[in-house]
């Protein structure tokens, strides 16, 4: 062995002192960040800089217009109409009512109010990953809610006086339409997905046709059709309350696009996914309810809520059929003449996209989250 070694002298000994390294790079930290995301190239950096220098230009002026030459107080239009006002917050704060329960009457607004808590109190536990009890939740949001929802809103039992939804405006409708449409689209689309890749062909047409007709058609036909013609097919003597229709109306357009959403992840699912499950010996509903769709929801996330973010957006097309919305009640008050300034309708915009961007932002914040909670991915 010392002869091998010899003749192929296969050794390292260092002769010197290694001279000294420098420092490792930060890897973490506000300047790294910023290197790394603001300055990574020259291309990066020629855009922050122009993107910087846009800010700077803009955002002045927004400011100013925003809140230093802002009226936050007054009786009337003659508080925004002084030289060099802004936005005109007065015009918010005294319709603020509303533009949150619109013409509901004020002595009945608390039952309103007792819906948003009874919301809350679905919606924030189910939010949270370590509350508890998350199927009797789920109940309580998709059945409790929107049971309890209908008898305190329209009223007319257990003592409670009867109002119209011609009544109903602002935030109000604009959560009702879009919670509703929600909760129906979301097992309506999951079934449509599922007879979109049925074996049988009578359930597969019909899922195909159902699909690709409402996806066809704009969601502003749709409420037309529900709010106009549908009256037209009815026999004589039957109507139907214009909200319910066009809830009903969202409902089947929404759940039409969540269908193929869902779809998409269950072609995600490995073939080996489905016959793993029946090598196990579960029959189709079982490995649906089990296997496969878990793993497809947990993929589609992003594309289920950009759907349910559309679809709150789209509440405001309900203008169209009467029903005023908080884009719609808002506009509303614009004709006001206790209120008409130049700044009023800039005013009244930017404070229904701020209340639309919440909830949509909020909506996609917790989708990422949530994203990230249950991406047990296939890292290695």
């Known amino acids: 062995m010392a002869d091998i070694h010899a003749e192929t002298d296969l050794y390292f000994v260092r002769r010197e002192i290694a001279q000294a390294e420098p420092p490792p790079v930060r890897t973490s930290g506000p300047g790294n960040w910023v290197r790394r995301n603001l300055f990574a190239t020259p291309g ?11 800010v700077a230009y803009t955002l002045p002026g927004i400011i100013d217009w925003a809140f230093l030459s802002a009226v936050w107080t ?13 936005a005109c917050w007065a015009f918010v704060k005294a319709k603020f009512p509303q533009f949150i329960y619109g013409r509901y009457p004020v002595a009945e607004r608390w039952r309103v109010d ?16 370590s509350v508890p009890y998350k199927k009797l939740n789920l109940v309580y949001l998709m059945v409790v809610v929107p049971v309890v929802s209908f008898f305190l809103l329209t009223g007319g039992a257990f003592g409670l006086r009867s109002v119209e939804t011609s009544l ?19 097992p309506l689309g999951i079934l449509l997905a599922l007879g979109r890749r049925s074996d049988l062909p009578a359930v597969r047409f019909f899922a195909i046709g159902f699909i690709e007709i409402w996806r066809g058609v704009p969601l502003i036909t749709v409420l037309f059709m529900a709010s106009v013609m549908l009256p037209l097919f009815l026999p004589v003597g039957m109507n139907f309350d214009k909200l319910l229709r066009a809830l009903i109306g969202v409902a089947l357009f929404s759940s039409a696009y969540v269908a193929e959403v869902i779809r998409g992840g269950l072609q995600a699912i490995p073939k080996g996914q489905y ?18 769709l878990p793993q497809a929801l947990k993929l589609v996330i992003p594309g289920i809520v950009n759907s349910f973010i559309s679809l709150f957006k789209d509440t405001s097309l309900v203008y169209i059929i009467g029903l005023f919305d908080l884009l719609g009640i808002v506009r509303i008050n614009f004709s006001d003449a206790n209120w008409a300034t130049p700044q009023t309708p800039a005013t009244g915009l930017v ?18 989250a949530l994203e990230q909670r249950l991406d047990t991915g296939h890292k290695r």
């Open 74 to 86: 007054g009786e009337d239009r003659t508080a925004c109409i002084v030289e060099g006002a802004g």
């Open 44 to 54: 990066d950096a020629v855009l922050t800089i122009l993107a910087l220098l846009f």
């Open 275 to 292: 016959e793993a499950a029946r090598a196990l010996g579960l029959g189709y509903w079982p490995m649906m309810r089990l296997i496969i």
């Open 114 to 129: 007792l819906v948003f808590l009874l919301l809350a109190i679905g919606i924030v536990p189910m939010a949270i990953p």
């Open 351 to 368: 404070f229904a996209a701020l209340v639309f961007w919440v909830f949509c932002f909020g909506m996609s914040r917790y989708s990422q």
């Open 168 to 186: 109903w405006g602002g935030l109000l409708v604009t959560l009702v339409v879009s919670y509703v449409g929600i909760v129906m689209s979301l």
